[in-house]
T-cell receptor, first 115, second 108 residues
């Protein structure tokens, strides 16, 4: 079955360490997105990519980095510069990235805890 | 004021009840999305609509563009419907604005 795979589901890291969250999709979607979810808040866009080798900052990109070397993969690195990295991270993809798409497909998320 | 407001924030009901979750927005949009987030965190896209009404099984979504308001209805609710329901609006995929979500609990 096609879908998005995020790994790992739970991740613990020490403060000051960089950590990379994996996101893989086999839906042949062009666009991929990373969102952050905090308690009591709506999802906020970190980065998005409309095509391979191209990506754009979202609303809260500071302290994060991404790459899009392959259509299927859009890993997110949470760097030590991110001041409050503990959160739930969701990856998503869609067929198109211009006008509102036919719909999103979301991954199951990664809960990152920095101690 | 948030650009997307959902109400209620929390809703508890008995199995079989008719459920309504509301979403009001203040930005111009081309589409509105209703999403369902399960306790484990994964999100499923339920509907995307830009006008009128859509139905899928026991779920019905309506939107009134002039009033900038949408509702999600669940008929004959069941405990497995317990989840967080999220409204999201926008003009483009990368400019979606998400509501805070409505936590629904259906008791048997």
């Amino acid at each position: 079955d096609g879908g998005i795979t995020q790994s790992p589901k739970y991740l613990f890291r020490k403060e000051g360490q960089n950590v990379t969250l994996s996101c893989e999709q086999n839906l042949n979607h062009d666009a991929m997105y990373w969102y952050r979810q905090d308690p009591g808040q709506g999802l906020r866009l970190i980065y998005y990519s409309q095509i391979v080798n191209d990506f754009q900052k979202g609303d809260i990109a500071e302290g994060y980095s991404v790459s899009r070397e392959k259509k299927e993969s859009f890993p997110l690195t949470v760097t030590s510069a991110q001041k409050n990295p503990t959160a739930f991270y969701l990856c998503a993809s869609s067929i198109s990235s211009g006008l509102s798409p036919n719909g999103y497909t979301f991954g199951s998320g990664t809960r990152l805890t920095v101690v | 004021k948030n650009e997307v407001e959902q109400s209620p924030q929390n809703l508890t009901a008995q199995e079989g009840e008719f459920i309504t979750i509301n979403c009001s927005y203040s930005v111009g949009i081309s589409a509105l999305h209703w999403l369902q987030q399960h306790p484990g965190g994964g999100i499923v896209s339920l509907f995307m609509l830009s006008s009128g009404k859509k139905k899928h099984g026991r779920l019905i979504a309506t939107i009134n563009i002039q009033e900038k308001h949408s509702s999600l209805h669940i008929t004959a609710s069941h405990p497995r419907d317990s989840a967080v329901y999220i409204c999201a609006v926008g003009r483009t995929a990368q400019k979606l604005v998400f509501g805070q979500g409505t936590r629904l609990t259906i008791n048997p």
